[in-house]
């Protein structure tokens, strides 16, 4: 074997090792080390099919990597401090409300959080106003059976941007460590709620922003 197919041979060690990856960073990382190997491979024996195809994965590898790194690194931000859930607007879909259309009931199941851009809307149970660049709902993710803790009824029209439980849920399977800063996220606007009802003698009220259902 000469130093050409040992080029080649890297490159299938490496492809290989890419697709029994779980974790998507490090996939999309040595995928784009197994497309370099292969288009070497592929120039030094003369292939433009094999340089061509793994020239045009290139591209796409690299826009999941900076998308993947960024999303860690802005949820870690908010895990830190920063409280906004602005960085999963992306993976959300948006929707219009009418006043007085109510978007979940206590007791229902919880599939989906929802970020309030603009409008008002109200948890009647505590007398919690949901003001835009609040989020509501995570909390069902986590709560058990997945159920509704309060109602949520749109007071004035406005839209909000309804993320299904399912993208979070398919984001943290892809990185554990996006899925380890979610938690201490949403672990940290518990406590912050909770330390709300404490300071406001249990009123159920707190500020925008850190509703929690």
Same mark, same amino acid.
């Given at each position: 074997?000469?130093?050409?197919?040992?080029?080649?041979?890297?490159?299938?060690?490496?492809?290989?090792?890419?697709?029994?990856?779980?974790?998507?960073?490090?996939?999309?990382?040595?995928?784009?080390?197994?497309?370099?190997?292969?288009?070497?491979?592929?120039?030094?024996?003369?292939?433009?099919?094999?340089?061509?195809?793994?020239?045009?994965?290139?591209?796409?590898?690299?826009?999941?990597?900076?998308?993947?790194?960024?999303?860690?690194?802005?949820?870690?931000?908010?895990?830190?401090?920063?409280?906004?859930?602005?960085?999963?607007?992306?993976?959300?879909?948006?929707?219009?409300?009418?006043?007085?259309?109510?978007?979940?009931?206590?007791?229902?199941?919880?599939?989906?959080?929802?970020?309030?851009?603009?409008?008002?809307?109200?948890?009647?149970?505590?007398?919690?106003?949901?003001?835009?660049?609040?989020?509501?709902?995570?909390?069902?993710?986590?709560?058990?059976?997945?159920?509704?803790?309060?109602?949520?009824?749109? +007071? *004035?029209? #406005? &839209?909000? =941007?309804?993320? %299904?439980? @399912? !993208? /979070?849920?398919?984001?943290?399977?892809?990185?554990?460590?996006?899925?380890?800063?979610?938690?201490?996220?949403?672990?940290?606007?518990?406590?912050?709620?909770?330390?709300?009802?404490? +300071? *406001?003698? #249990? &009123?159920? =009220?707190?500020? %925008?922003? @850190? !509703? /929690?259902?």
């Amino acid at each position: 074997m000469n130093w050409v197919e040992g080029i080649g041979y890297l490159g299938t060690v490496l492809t290989i090792s890419a697709s029994a990856m779980s974790t998507m960073i490090p996939l999309r990382i040595i995928a784009l080390l197994a497309s370099c190997a292969v288009i070497t491979y592929g120039i030094l024996i003369g292939s433009m099919p094999v340089v061509l195809t793994e020239a045009i994965q290139i591209p796409f590898n690299a826009f999941r990597l900076y998308q993947m790194v960024r999303l860690v690194r802005d949820t870690e931000r908010a895990a830190a401090g920063d409280l906004s859930l602005d960085w999963l607007k992306p993976y959300g879909e948006g929707r219009r409300f009418a006043a007085g259309e109510t978007l979940f009931r206590r007791g229902e199941p919880a599939n989906e959080l929802f970020y309030v851009e603009s409008g008002l809307f109200r948890i009647p149970e505590r007398g919690i106003a949901v003001r835009p660049g609040a989020i509501v709902g995570e909390l069902g993710m986590l709560s058990p059976g997945n159920l509704r803790t309060g109602t949520l009824v749109c +007071a *004035e029209p #406005g &839209t909000a =941007r309804c993320i %299904a439980y @399912s !993208e /979070v849920k398919q984001l943290y399977y892809q990185n554990p460590e996006f899925g380890f800063y979610f938690l201490k996220l949403t672990s940290e606007r518990l406590f912050q709620a909770a330390q709300a009802l404490e +300071a *406001e003698g #249990g &009123t159920g =009220r707190m500020a %925008a922003g @850190s !509703e /929690v259902i």
